[in-house]
Structure formats: C-alpha cells, structure tokens
T-cell receptor, first 114, second 113 residues
Framework: AQKVTQAQTEISVVEKEDVTLDCVYETRDTTYYLFWYKQPPSGELVFLIR??????QNEISGRYSWNFQKSTSSFNFTITASQVVDSAVYFC???????????FGTGTSLTVIP | DAGVTQSPTHLIKTRGQHVTLRCSPISGHKSVSWYQQVLGQGPQFIFQ???????GRGNFPDRFSARQFPNYSSELNVNALLLGDSALYLC????????????FGPGTRLTVL
C-alpha cells in the first residue's frame, strides 16, 4: 500500500521561530520520489522539493531544510526563522515506482503569527 | 512563460448535470494529471495522460472521464454530478513521466448544489 501521513493538522508559531513539519510514508517500492508542496490561500500548489529514494542527504535551501531518513520512512521539513509569508498548507507527497500517481498526505496548516 | 492554466476558475452546477473542466499545460510539457481536492484533504489522483494516452487512473467512478488533445491540453468531464463532487479540481503538468515534478495550476472550484 502507498500512503503518506502528516500527523500534524495545524501548527501555529510566532514569527522567527523554527518549525518542523512531519511526514511519514509507506511504500513497498524500492524506487520512489518524495515531494513537498506549499498551498497558499490562493489554492495553487507550489513545488518545493523532490528527493529520490536513493539519496538520503539532507538538503538546505535558504530558510528551508529537509531531513530524509529511510530507516524511519520519514521526510521532514523544517522552516528556520519563520515568516508570515510562510503561512500556508504544506503537503508531503509520494511518487512510487510506477511514476504516474502522486499520493498526498492530508496536509499541515501552518500559521505564522507576527 | 505561462504556467499551467485552468478554466473556468469557479463553477456552480446542480445535481445530475455534467461539467467540463479545461487545462493547458506549461509549454513543452507533454503530461497532464488531474486531481480532486476536497476541502481539508490532500489532492486525490484522478487521471494522468501522456502523449494523448491515458497512463493512470485513480479510484474514481466511470462518471469521470478525460482526454488529452494533440496540443497537450486536456479536458476533465464529470457526468451525473453529485453533491460529493464539490471540490477544487487541480491540473498538473510535467515534462515527461515518470518521476518528474508536477507543476500545478490554480484549480477550478466546482460547487454542486
């Protein structure tokens, strides 16, 4: 079965705090990709990162960083020094070996309070 | 360059009617996928098309159908609308399949009364 779990439904932080969004996935495929998308109130999903199953290196992009751990089937996303513009719903998604269907989590709604 | 475009932006229908949603992918992208996003949930996969052929179908009833045209644009058709079909319908395009990141359009908000 293919599944993505985002246990945190809603998170609120004060501006400049760090916040980590959790993502746990299930798949029997040995080859797969993991993604994070941001969905602002406008509704459009914005691509943030893609990571393949053979690359467990952590990645940093500005204030964003991602921690991929196959041993725990997790792909967590950290925002450092959060800003009000970071307020959005964030989705983690799994693209298994067949490559034609994304499996999305239920999303984490992040609110950054000024 | 233009991103993924979808039309219409909003749509209100009544039960039993049918609806056609349209999507134009990013120039050069040959794959289009459709997703349904019910309020408070993540997007659910409906269809994927690549080079005008269906490459994948999610767990949706036969009332849902789609097609891709020679210019790679796509239509999603839903017949015999139910209240539960009210959702945001997202179209995503990618350069190729598999394993490519998908770029999403702004969506069509469908309300069924």
């Amino acid at each position: 079965a293919q599944k993505v779990t985002q246990a945190q439904t809603e998170i609120s932080v004060v501006e400049k705090e760090d916040v980590t969004l959790d993502c746990v996935y299930e798949t029997r495929d040995t080859t797969y990709y993991l993604f994070w998308y941001k969905q602002p109130p406008s509704g459009e999903l914005v691509f943030l990162i893609r990571r393949n199953s053979f690359d467990e290196q952590n990645e940093i992009s500005g204030r964003y960083s991602w921690n991929f751990q196959k041993s725990t089937s997790s792909f967590n996303f950290t925002i450092t020094a959060s800003q009000v513009v970071d307020s959005a719903v964030y989705f983690c998604a799994l693209l298994p070996n067949t490559g034609n269907q994304f499996y999305f989590g239920t999303g984490t709604s992040l609110t950054v309070i000024p | 360059d233009a991103g993924v475009t979808q039309s219409p932006t909003h749509l209100i229908k009544t039960r039993g009617q049918h609806v056609t949603l349209r999507c134009s992918p990013i120039s050069g992208h040959k794959s289009v996928s459709w997703y349904q996003q019910v309020l408070g949930q993540g997007p659910q996969f409906i269809f994927q098309y690549y080079e005008k052929e269906e490459r994948g179908r999610g767990n949706f009833p036969d009332r849902f159908s789609a097609r891709q045209f020679p210019n790679y644009s796509s239509e999603l058709n839903v017949n015999a609308l139910l209240l539960g079909d009210s959702a945001l319908y997202l179209c995503a395009s990618s350069l190729r399949v598999p394993y490519n990141e998908q770029f999403f359009g702004p969506g069509t908000r469908l309300t069924v009364l």
